[in-house]
């Protein structure tokens, strides 16, 4: 029981001095590509690059020890940190205070599902993610999260739009008029050498060597050059409203989302107060970022000037929120931002300088004829903070990461909200699935090679865990990591202690080592995610499932597709191929096979429908495969009269009954009902190879003594044996195909002289 409540302690079972040394180097290797992928993944989920190293420190050490797989690497990964992003874009705007209070309420309700999932056993619920449907899936979303980060590998600042692939265009459009290609080469120079690297030996740490390498040079090189200037340096007059107006829907944007999560226990309060609806039926009253923070004061008064009488401005403004006002005005101030900071990121200034000594920007073609300048064109950076009018910041290289901040996450536990944790609650069960699904696919992959035992449940648990006590350390939702289990796994990791060191040193990174990441490129960020999900991309699997069953290959191609379509809502291309998998599995179950069998050259008795083989005209032998219950039993009763109809000197019916491995009530009784309906028409009916617990439901039933247990035998060969001579007595019949083989049209002379009736001899 010890080792069950901790699986950690079977660890140090026949462990020693060299099973240490292994996982201490599994440790640092897996270290190396950890920290930059982490930061990269952060960026991808929304959030600034830190918190991938915060989501890199207690995550994985909790995982490990909670789970069941040795080489598990858990941290930050593509696929859930793109999902986070297509959850929580809509709810707040991305590297702002709330949206990371998002990301990391996101992150426990995750947690919560995943233990919950384990603690009751259900990990087989991940089988809801057939193979098809995760193939399709992850095909797409390493396409998906590849072109995400066109716009930073390129260097071109794109807005993004409703949908993924109208991002893209907006991309290559932007590409198309300005591109800086320096940010282009670092990109492709760290993505190329990555490649060659893992080509020359996968154990090199290909990931580091190519972001060190990156950031010397953006460093010695002068990479990410900004300069600081005053509006009034800048001749443009139309760029101090526009400022001035971005900065405004900020605040807007920030008093709103103030004000939902400060109103939402107001509505439990008034749901059942009787007043008249304020937010729909005076479409003339605006509500304002002002009427908010005044009601937020006058947390006591009364005000009778607003929609309704009697009811205090907090109260009218939760009525507000539970119409969906507010929700309205955010996504409409959301909007203007996004139009203001595109606007302001299209500037392209340069700098000149004046007869008098003073450096003023110009726009890039409003230059005054014979300035001196160097023409070298400068942008305004727009993030989602505050611009102040003083303190402009102008980009003139590409963009680098910047400070990271030091030291370690502090503890602080998230900020509950139960509204939030409904809508929240969805979303984590789909990302809960995908994250599980991947880290439960690599682990399998490794327990097989390493004799491991893996038990998917505790691995639920672990992972739950990990999320849930990494929530309180301001970390987003992670999972088990594909690239970096592999290196963990090819550099020899014994135990869990690997990822236990590798997390020390993402702390000593944290701790020390964070000015030395200024430097680094955005482009080598963008190629490090590339790099990731290349891997991901199986195309030879595709062809498989093809070949192996048609409408499998189209649930993965639907899949694919949808999840194409639909990002960067990648939830909904999973549940696409869900339902889809669900509705041909139903559709199975509701049409099961039944054909009428006869005897093949190799003695067995085949479908004579396939095996375009000859069927006796007095006793036929129908195979049911499937189970028997009430969403198919219409189906069997009309393929079996429809068999009985098509045979009219039939005289007797064997139901080869080895296929059928489920009765419920309906299913017996149909069967009763069409035994009678087939005797009453004069058919004797047999059965054959009735399995053991269809024989304990229909004993338990009244089926069984109608049957007769005389009718009932073992193998379909002793049916045939016993009720052959009894239904031709007194049929001269020369060849029955159920003794001889017979195929239609032409006739095996020698299957029907020599073969066919040794065999049939020795089965008998």
């Excluded at 209070?101 to 009751?120: D, E, K, P």
């Excluded at 160097?374 to 990461?401: E, M, T, Y």
């Excluded at 900020?415 to 439960?440: C, H, K, N, Y």
């Amino acid at each position: 029981m010890i080792a069950r409540l901790f699986p950690f302690l079977r660890w140090f079972d026949d462990y020693g001095p060299d099973d240490l040394r292994a996982d201490l180097i599994s440790g640092l290797t897996v270290a190396l590509v950890l920290i930059p992928q982490s930061m990269a993944y952060a960026q991808l989920a929304g959030l600034p690059p830190y918190y991938g190293l915060y989501a890199s420190f207690i995550p994985p050490i909790v995982a490990s020890l909670f789970g069941s797989s040795r080489q598990l690497a858990t941290g930050p990964v593509a696929v859930v940190s793109m999902m986070t992003a297509a959850v929580l874009e809509p709810m707040a705007v991305s590297g702002t205070q709330g949206y990371i209070n998002y990301a990391i309420l996101l992150a426990l309700s995750v947690g919560i599902v995943q233990l919950g999932l384990g603690i009751f056993r259900l990990g087989v619920i991940v089988n809801l993610l057939s193979h098809p449907v995760l193939l399709g899936f992850t095909n797409a979303a390493a396409i998906v999260i590849a072109t995400s980060q066109l716009g930073k590998f390129l260097g071109v600042p794109v807005e993004k739009a409703p949908h993924h692939f109208e991002t893209v265009w907006r991309t290559i459009q932007q590409a198309l008029d300005y591109v800086y290609w320096p940010t282009i080469a670092l990109g492709a120079g760290a993505l190329g050498g990555m490649i060659f690297l893992r080509w020359l030996n996968p154990r090199l740490p290909y990931v580091l060597i190519a972001v060190v390498i990156t950031t010397v040079i953006s460093w010695m090189c002068g990479y990410g050059h900004n300069k600081v200037a005053s509006v009034n340096q800048i001749v443009c007059k139309e760029l101090p409203h526009i400022i001035k107006e971005f900065n405004s829907q900020l605040a807007t944007i920030d008093a709103f989302n103030k004000a939902r999560s400060i109103l939402r226990p107001e509505l439990k309060k008034i749901r059942n107060k009787k007043s008249e609806p304020c937010s729909r039926c005076h479409p003339g009253r605006i509500l304002t970022p002002s009427a908010l923070i005044d009601a937020q004061d006058r947390n006591g008064s009364k005000q009778t000037s607003l929609f309704t009488k009697d009811i205090e401005p907090r109260e009218i403004l939760a009525l507000h929120l539970m119409a969906g006002v507010i929700d309205e005005f955010i996504a409409d101030a959301k909007q203007k931002l996004v139009n203001l900071r595109a606007r302001l990121m299209e500037y392209e200034f340069v700098e000149v300088k004046e007869p008098d000594g003073q450096i003023r920007y110009y726009q890039r073609y409003q230059v005054p004829y014979g300035a001196e300048t160097d023409w070298h064109v400068w942008r305004i950076r727009a993030g989602n903070k505050p611009i102040p009018l003083d303190r402009i910041v102008l980009s003139g290289g590409g963009s680098i990461l910047g400070n990271v901040p030091r030291g370690l996450p502090h503890f602080s536990p998230p900020q509950w909200d139960m509204e939030t944790i409904r809508r929240l609650l969805f979303p984590a069960f789909i990302i809960s699935l995908v994250g599980f699904m991947e880290a439960i696919s690599i682990a399998k992959v490794m327990a097989a090679k390493s004799g491991q035992r893996l038990d998917p449940n505790q691995e639920l648990i672990g992972q739950g865990l990990a999320n849930i006590t990494g929530s309180f350390f301001q970390s987003y939702a992670v999972s088990g990591s594909f690239s970096r289990s592999a290196v963990n796994f090819q550099t020899g990791a014994k135990t869990g202690l690997s990822n236990i060191f590798a997390s020390l040193v993402v702390v000593i990174v944290m701790l020390f080592l964070t000015p030395l990441l200024y430097y680094l490129p955005q482009s080598v960020l963008a190629a490090v995610i590339m790099m990731a999900v290349l891997g991901l991309i199986n195309v030879g699997g595709v062809r498989h499932v093809f070949k192996v069953s048609v409408s499998d290959g189209i649930i993965c191609l639907v899949t694919f597709l949808t999840t194409l379509i639909f990002a960067p809502h990648l939830d909904k291309g999973v549940m696409t191929g869900v339902l889809l998998s669900l509705g041909v599995f139903f559709y199975r179950l509701m049409r099961p096979s039944v054909a009428v069998l006869s005897l093949w050259k190799d003695g067995h008795f085949r479908n004579a429908e396939k095996f375009n083989l000859d069927m006796c005209k007095h006793l036929a032998i129908i195979r049911f495969d499937g189970p028997f219950f009430f969403a198919n039993i219409s189906y069997l009763e009309d393929k079996v009269l429809e068999i009985v109809r098509q045979m009219p000197e039939l005289k007797a019916i064997i139901f080869k009954c080895n296929g059928i491995n489920i009765i419920d009530a309906s299913g017996e009784e149909a069967l009763s009902l069409l035994l009678d309906r087939l005797r009453a028409a004069g058919y004797k009916v047999y059965f054959s190879g009735i399995k053991e617990q269809i024989l304990e439901v229909i004993e338990r039933s009244s089926l069984y003594t109608k049957i007769g247990p005389e009718n009932i035998f073992p193998t379909v060969f002793k049916a045939v044996e016993k009720v052959w001579p009894l239904i031709h007595d007194k049929i001269e019949e020369e060849k029955c195909p159920l003794r001889f083989v017979i195929q239609k049209k032409t006739v095996d002379k020698e299957a029907i002289e020599e073969h066919a009736p040794e065999e049939w001899n020795r089965i008998m």
